[in-house]
C-alpha cells in the first residue's frame, strides 16, 4: 500500500531522484517524498479534490497519538441466535445435543488492532466466487465456496465469516447441508447441521446478493476500502487491511492465506481482470449478452491481496525474461500508463536482483483512472489510482516479495511490509540512475531532524490506526541505516534470505531482528530498538559507521 498523502511524518519538499532513465514515462511530476507530504500528487491534481476519504485520512492521521476515528468498528462482539436477513433457512436435520459439543468459533482472529477481523476455529485453503454483477445497477448476486480445516481441538459447532452487511445472505451449506446462519453487523454466524469434528475439512457454500459498497474506514486512517465504482461505471475492488468482506464470506485477515478463485458474468461490454492467471477454458456457458471470465491465483494470498476490475479497459501483455505473463488492464482513456507496464519487466528485473526470484506465476497491473487514494499490491497485479509513477510501480511490485510472499501475522508488524517496499525504490534508482543513496539518506535525516514530530511514531507496535504512516518515510531510513549497520554483503544476503525463509509464511518483526542479528554475527535487538522501536531522534553516536 501506498499512500497518495501521508500527512503526518511530513519532511517537507525534496531533491531526491526520480524518474526513470531510459523510460518513456512523464508522470514523475515530483518525487517519492510526495509519499510524505501534504497535498501533492504525483499527477498534480488536487489530493482531496474527489476523494473525500483521503482528506478524513489526512486529517486523522496529523494527529498520531489519538487513535483514527476512522478505524472501522466492523461487527459487534457478539452474535445473535437468530437469522437477521435473508429467507430463513432450513431446519437442520440434527438434533439440539448435538450441536452443542464443538467449540463456538471466535468472532476475530486475534489481531490486537482489529479484533473483529479474521474469525477463530478454521484455516482456509481456498475460496471459489461465482459472481454475476451488472455494472448499470451495481447488482451483485454471488455464490462463494469455502474449503477449509477445523482447526479448534474441540471441532466447531458455529463459527464466522467476515462479510459486510450490504451482502444479503441467502443461504448456507456447509459440506452441502444446509446450515442456519445469523448476521452481526459485518459477521456471518454460520451453525452447520451437525458439529464439525477437529481437523476436518469442510466446504462451506454461501449464497447472497447486493450493491456491494466501500467499507467505511477500511484502510487504517488512509480512506475507505472495498468496492468502489470507476468513471466509466465499472467497479474496482481495493483496500487494506478490509477489502475482501465487501464482495466474499472470508476469514479476513492476513495470517489465513488460501488460494483464491473467481468466475465472473457480466453484461457483454465488460471485460473483468483479476490476480493470477486467467482461465479460458472450461467455463460455464454465458447467458445471452453475457460473457464469463475466470481468475485462477493458485499460490495462497491473504485476502486483503484479491482483487476485481470490471471495467471498459484495455489489456496489454508481455512477458519476463523468463516466460512469466505480464498482463496489465489499461482504464478507458488513461493512455499513459501503458508506459509504466512496459517498465514492469524491468522493475522486476531490478527487484528480482535484490530479493531472488519472482514468487508467482503472473505480473502486471491495474492501471484505473481513479482518484482512489492509495494503490494496492494486490497479489500479481497491484491497483493503482491515476496518481501513479514510476516509484509507486516499484513500490507495489516489491509487496510482491514483502507483503504478499511473504505476509504479516499481525498488523502491528506492518513494517516488514512497508518498510521495505518503500526502500525498494531507493534500489531501484541506484540501479538506473545511480543514485548515491548515502547522500540521499543524509539529505532525508536533515530534514527528519528538523521535524520534531518524525520519529514520534515507531515502525513496530505503531498503533491501531497508524500502521500506514511513519513506515513510508522512516522506514527506508532505518532500512539504509541497517544496511551500513549489518554491512553491504550482509545486508543484501538478508533482502534474499528473508522472502526465501518465510514465502508462504507469516512471520513477525522478531524474526526479522532476529535473522539480521544472526547474519551479522551480533545481537542486533539494541539497534532495531533505536531505528525501528524507539520514539526519539536516534543519536549521532547511535548512526551505523559509514553516515556518521
Ligand atoms: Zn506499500
Not at 509513477?389 to 513494517?415: F, K, M, N
Not at 520519529?455 to 513506515?471: I, Q, Y
Not at 538478508?494 to 522478531?510: D, I, M, S, V
Request: charged letters at 20%; hydrophobic letters at 40%; aromatic letters at 10%.
Amino acid at each position: 500500500m501506498l499512500a497518495m498523502t501521508v500527512a503526518c511524518t511530513s519532511v517537507g519538499g525534496s531533491s531526491l531522484p526520480s524518474g526513470v532513465a531510459g523510460s518513456s514515462t512523464t508522470t514523475t511530476a515530483s518525487d517519492r517524498s510526495t509519499e510524505v507530504t501534504d497535498t501533492v500528487t504525483a499527477s498534480g491534481a488536487p489530493a482531496a479534490s474527489s476523494a473525500p476519504a483521503a482528506s478524513r485520512a489526512a486529517a486523522a492521521s496529523r494527529s498520531p497519538a489519538a487513535p483514527s476515528s476512522t478505524t472501522v468498528d466492523r461487527s459487534s462482539s457478539t452474535a445473535p441466535s437468530t437469522p437477521t436477513d435473508g429467507p430463513p433457512s432450513p431446519s437442520p436435520s440434527t438434533t439440539a445435543q448435538d450441536r452443542t459439543s464443538g467449540a463456538v468459533g471466535a468472532t476475530g482472529i486475534g489481531d490486537e488492532y482489529y479484533p473483529a477481523s479474521g474469525n477463530g476455529g478454521y484455516d482456509v485453503a481456498g475460496y471459489q466466487v461465482d459472481l454475476r454483477y451488472r455494472p448499470e445497477s451495481n447488482a451483485l448476486t454471488a455464490t462463494t465456496t469455502v474449503t477449509a480445516t477445523v482447526t479448534a481441538a474441540e471441532g466447531l459447532q458455529r463459527f464466522n465469516f467476515d462479510l459486510q452487511p450490504t451482502m444479503k445472505v441467502r443461504a448456507v451449506l456447509v459440506n452441502a447441508v444446509p446450515a442456519r446462519f445469523a448476521r452481526a453487523d459485518a459477521e456471518l454466524v454460520v451453525t452447520p447441521a451437525a458439529p464439525l469434528p477437529p481437523g476436518s475439512v469442510f466446504t462451506a457454500v454461501v449464497t447472497y446478493a447486493g450493491a456491494p459498497a466501500v467499507v467505511p474506514g477500511g484502510t487504517s486512517g488512509l480512506g475507505d476500502g472495498g468496492w468502489y465504482r470507476t468513471k466509466s461505471g465499472g467497479a474496482v475492488v481495493a483496500g487494506e487491511p478490509f477489502s475482501a468482506s465487501a464482495w466474499y464470506p472470508v476469514n479476513e485477515h492476513p495470517s489465513d492465506p488460501a488460494r483464491f478463485t473467481v468466475t465472473a458474468t457480466v453484461p457483454e461490454k465488460w471485460k473483468v481482470m483479476a490476480g493470477g492467471l486467467e482461465q479460458t477454458t472450461g467455463l460455464p456457458a454465458a447467458p445471452a449478452g453475457t460473457k464469463v471470465f475466470r481468475w485462477v491465483q493458485d499460490i495462497p494470498i491473504a485476502s486483503y491481496l484479491t482483487t476485481l476490475y470490471i471495467d471498459t479497459f484495455t489489456v496489454k501483455t508481455s512477458k519476463l525474461a523468463d516466460g512469466t505473463p505480464v498482463v496489465s488492464a489499461v482504464a478507458p482513456g488513461d493512455t499513459e500508463d501503458v508506459a509504466l507496464h512496459e517498465i514492469t519487466p524491468r522493475v522486476i528485473a531490478v527487484l528480482s536482483k535484490y530479493f531472488g526470484k519472482y514468487p508467482f506465476k503472473a505480473v502486471g497491473g491495474i492501471y484505473t483512472n481513479e482518484n482512489i487514494p492509495f494503490a494496492l499490491e494486490t497479489a500479481t497485479r497491484p491497483v493503482y489510482g491515476n496518481w501513479v509513477d514510476p516509484d509507486t510501480v516499484v513500490h507495489e511490485l516489491s509487496h510482491q516479495w514483502y507483503g504478499d510472499d511473504v505476509t504479516v501475522r499481525r498488523w502491528a508488524d506492518i513494517c516488514l511490509n512497508e518498510c521495505f517496499a518503500s526502500y525498494a525504490p531507493w534500489l531501484w534508482h541506484a540501479e538506473i540512475d545511480k543514485a548515491d543513496l548515502d547522500a540521499r539518506w543524509r539529505t532525508e535525516m536533515q530534514r527528519a531532524d528538523a521535524d520534531p514530530s518524525f520519529w514520534r511514531s515507531p515502525l513496530v507496535d505503531m498503533g491501531a490506526g497508524h500502521e500506514f504512516t511513519a513506515v513510508y518515510s522512516r522506514g527506508p531510513l532505518a532500512l539504509h541505516a541497517l544496511r551500513h549497520q549489518m554491512g553491504d554483503a550482509k545486508f543484501l544476503e538478508l533482502l534474499k534470505k528473508w522472502p526465501a525463509t518465510y514465502g508462504g509464511r507469516n512471520p513477525t518483526f522478531e524474526d526479522l531482528e532476529s535473522m539480521a542479528s544472526e547474519l551479522a554475527g551480533k545481537d542486533l535487538k539494541p539497534f532495531f530498538q533505536v531505528w525501528f522501536r524507539g520514539t526519539e531522534p536516534p543519536a549521532k553516536s547511535d548512526y551505523p559507521p559509514g553516515l556518521r
